[in-house]
């Protein structure tokens, strides 16, 4: 039998990530590939990173988007700015602090780890306490928005603490970007990385990065290389400079970054804070509606993220059944739990293009459906 082409259906994606894409971005993605050092291609990566420093609202000089996913942009900032013996505040309330956690472990860090109940945000009292209790610390490392149970953070809290301690600060900001208020500079960011597939609403497989100059600083007094050839972001700089001399260092993924400019162009003439306002709304939409299904969040509401709504799953149900259901009925896909939440609750996303009217109404009448059948 010879093989076919694989045609997967339009789904309409309301889980943790990937996100629902615009189709501009997707017909971004289909124009003719050129070198990646055509001036042209040149021209247009500059473009690029103007727009992640306005979507990071940032004036880093080092802002690019990381040929790789968010974890890969976790770990750049990990293996860049801690040396094997630096010790590391790193805050764990849900997965991805716990991955943050692997991280410090593998580059030879001492954590020290701020944990906190999964669904609750970071606890800053306890923050400041370990930067006391440990003065010499040199980075704190926590996660914006846990898209594993969809609390979010007070970044701006925690990066002023850690300033006030002598620590950069490494921020997960993968589900964060676009969603909810960010802003790099006005809180002191050290080192921040995101993903291409949840509120920027592109194709997966990119990590948009960024350095403060102290966390470059950082990386020009390593006493050791890198460990990592490919995450080397002293290497990377050269290769993303636009100032005329840009240096190979590998093939850009031009086709990725063609849909990545395209997004970031919709979300510049869209406007950063009206982003964050339609992801609240939609959310707010979202929450009454699921109120009124009798459904409950996990998370308390001060602590919530609009564009990831964790809610449990009511007494009774079948939790892959319902799921099945909304994915074979109504081509819809939300989140099963992860970890400690796994049969325990769903994660229905709304980031970026899938923070629309229409996608809050299909998700709630299709649940609905769903739940009594
Ligand atoms: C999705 C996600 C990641 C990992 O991103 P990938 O693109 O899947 O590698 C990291 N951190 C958070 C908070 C995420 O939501």
């Known amino acids: 039998m010879p093989f076919q082409s694989f045609n997967p259906p339009r789904r309409i994606l309301m889980g943790p990530g990937p996100s ?5 971005v997707l017909n971004a993605m289909s124009r003719p590939v050129i070198g990646h050092l055509d001036p042209l291609f040149v021209r247009m990566m500059d473009e690029v990173k103007q727009l992640l ?28 700015l801690v040396e094997p013996g630096d010790k590391v505040i790193v805050c764990i309330n849900g997965v991805f602090g716990g991955r943050q956690l692997e991280n410090v472990k593998r580059c030879g860090g001492i954590p020290i780890c701020v944990e906190d109940e999964w669904g ?43 300033k006030q301690y002598g620590c950069l600060s490494i921020v997960d900001a993968v589900t964060s970007l676009g969603g909810v ?43 050791t290389p890198v460990q990592s050839w490919f995450l080397d972001q002293s290497l990377v700089m050269q290769y993303w400079s636009g100032d005329g001399k840009r240096a190979y260092h590998h093939t850009a993924p031009v086709n990725s970054l063609y849909a990545l400019h395209e997004s970031l162009v919709h979300l510049h003439n869209e406007g950063l804070e009206n982003s964050w306002a339609r992801h609240q709304e939609q959310h707010q ?10 459904i409950e969040f996990v998370v308390p509401e001060a602590e919530r993220l609009p564009q990831l709504n964790t809610i449990y799953i009511p007494e009774g149900v079948d939790d892959a059944k319902v799921r099945s259901h909304l994915l074979n009925v109504y081509n819809l896909e939300i989140g099963a739990g992860l970890g400690a939440f796994a049969g325990k609750a769903w994660r229905i996303g709304l980031m970026g293009y899938a923070a629309r009217n229409e996608n809050v109404a299909l998700c709630l009448a299709a649940l609905k459906d769903a739940l009594s059948s």
């Open 20 to 24: 629902d894409i615009n189709p501009a």
């Open 53 to 80: 420093q306005y979507a990071f609202q940032t004036e880093n000089p080092f802002t690019i988007a990381l040929s790789a996913p968010g974890s890969a942009g976790m770990e750049a900032c990990f293996v860049n």
């Open 181 to 223: 208020e960010l802003r790099v500079d006005e809180w002191g960011i050290d080192a921040i990385y995101s993903g291409s597939q949840k509120c920027l609403s592109c194709v997966p497989g990119l990590s948009p990065l960024s350095f403060s100059a102290a966390a470059v600083e950082k990386i020009k007094q390593r006493k």
């Open 285 to 294: 939409a979202l929450a009454s509606g699921l109120q009124a299904l009798g």
């Open 120 to 162: 609750r945000a970071v606890n800053v009292e306890k923050v400041e306490q370990a930067l006391k209790d440990n003065p010499d610390a040199t980075v704190l490392s926590f996660v914006h928005a846990e898209t594993s149970t969809g609390a979010r953070s007070d970044a701006k809290a925690i990066c002023a603490l850690a």
